[in-house]
């Protein structure tokens, strides 16, 4: 057997839809490398056991960094606050957030008002 053949084989093998994204960046271009999974953007190697692990009640922001207790972020799209005339700007600057149960929001106050904001329109 070629080697032309052996990766054919193998791309045959492997659907698309079962390649994972990557766990450390989020990237959705991940290839597999006969044993384990390759994100080309970070370099991260992973195998499929590890992304149920990592991606586990994690909160990330939109470019995939993790976002702790206290971090400074900043909006990355006008928001509208629901139930008021208020509106978040693009680029504001949100202090000492805190994080929620559900990974995908966070609680902070802008202007004096305490607001959970979801976590994909902010970045670090």
């Known amino acids: 057997m070629t080697?032309?053949?052996?990766?054919?084989?193998?791309?045959i093998q492997i659907d698309m839809t079962d390649i994972p994204k990557c766990p450390k960046c989020n990237s959705e271009y991940t290839y597999f490398d006969g044993m384990l999974y390759v994100c080309p953007d970070c370099g991260h190697e992973f195998s499929a056991d590890d992304t149920a692990e990592e991606a586990a009640?994690?909160?990330?922001?939109?470019?995939?960094?993790?976002l702790f207790d206290g971090?400074?972020?900043?909006?990355?799209k006008d928001?509208?606050?629901?139930?008021?005339?208020?509106v978040i700007k693009r680029g504001t600057k949100v202090k000492s957030i805190?994080?929620?149960?559900?990974?995908?929001e966070v609680d902070c106050k802008i202007e004096g008002s305490s607001i959970v904001l979801k976590t994909c329109f902010l970045k670090k």
Do not use: C, H, Q, W
Request: hydrophobic residues 40%; glycine residues 4%; charged residues 30%.
């Open 71 to 76: 971090d400074a972020v900043t909006v990355i």
């Open 79 to 86: 928001l509208k606050v629901k139930g008021s005339s208020m």
């Open 57 to 66: 009640d994690v909160a990330r922001d939109s470019n995939g960094a993790e």
């Open 98 to 104: 805190r994080l929620t149960e559900n990974p995908e």
């Open 3 to 11: 080697i032309a053949t052996l990766f054919s084989y193998i791309k």
